[in-house]
């Protein structure tokens, strides 16, 4: 039996390593991303390879989706009871448990009250960690690209929100889409209300790549980034979003350093 795999999306063999998997994803991403390539189709095929990237990076998940595999591809058996021919194929993909998530839920209700009281005292303390090490890495002349982010964490391998730094989610529905899509270099940023010095979000945007804010309520932000092959920091101020602008487009690009 033929079968389509993730491995196919990337056009990658399946024993691919780590490094060769980013790669693909990262040709393919040139290739397909809408900004970048006309073709009417080339939104659902990124959506593929973006997904085939997710699931591949991830080593658990790549090893559940292999095991998938191996079930796929069994040959089926054939057993005959009297008259009858059954044709047994190879099992579905196991269900998973819902008892793990509703424990979760239940012990996250549980000690909310006294995790509240401890996150508010590690975000303030954090935040002043976060920027004081996002200010000191600012270059005075030559420079060179962090091997970790400035918390310590390794940088994720696409793009996602930074582990170790607050994240804050809003109960609107406005969003804003970071679009990294033509700019050569990796990005460090952060989003702040307008005024305020308290990161909103942490997160990190491989070259040639987009990722979207979701759930932000509405009035005006301010993205700070910094191009990570370079070391130049920039300020984008008054980005407004509302119930006129629901979703705004961030685009990134190289400037004048502050």
């Not at 809408?34 to 997904?51: E, K, S, V, Y």
């Not at 009250?113 to 600012?138: P, S």
């Amino acid at each position: 039996m033929s079968i389509r795999t993730h491995y196919d999306n990337l056009n990658i063999p399946r024993d691919a390593d780590a490094q060769t998997i980013r790669a693909a994803y990262r040709r393919l991403s040139k290739q397909y991303h809408p900004d970048l390539n006309p073709d009417p189709d080339a939104h659902r095929i990124m959506q593929l390879i973006n997904r085939a990237y997710e699931i591949l990076s991830d080593p658990e998940k790549r090893a559940e989706h292999d095991r998938w595999i191996r079930e796929q591809e069994m040959p089926a058996r054939v057993v005959d009871v009297g008259s009858i021919t059954i044709v047994r194929t190879a099992p579905p993909p196991p269900r998973r448990r819902s008892s793990t998530i509703w424990m979760q839920a239940l012990y996250a209700v549980l000690t909310l009250a006294l995790c509240l009281q401890i996150f508010l005292l590690w975000h303030k303390y954090r935040n002043t960690q976060q920027t004081q090490a996002f200010d000191e890495t600012i270059p005075t002349g030559s420079y060179t690209r962090p091997a970790t982010a400035p918390n310590g964490n390794p940088w994720p391998q696409y793009s996602a929100y930074l582990n170790g730094y607050p994240q804050w989610h809003g109960h609107g529905r406005y969003s804003l889409d970071i679009d990294n899509a033509l700019n050569s270099s990796d990005v460090m940023a952060e989003l702040f209300f307008s005024g305020q010095t308290q990161a909103l979000r942490t997160f990190f945007i491989v070259e040639r790549n987009r990722m979207q804010l979701d759930n932000l309520d509405a009035g005006s932000y301010t993205l700070r980034y910094r191009q990570l092959d370079s070391g130049e920091e920039i300020l984008r101020e008054n980005i407004a979003v509302g119930k006129n602008q629901p979703k705004q487009t961030i685009y990134l690009q190289r400037s004048k350093p502050l």
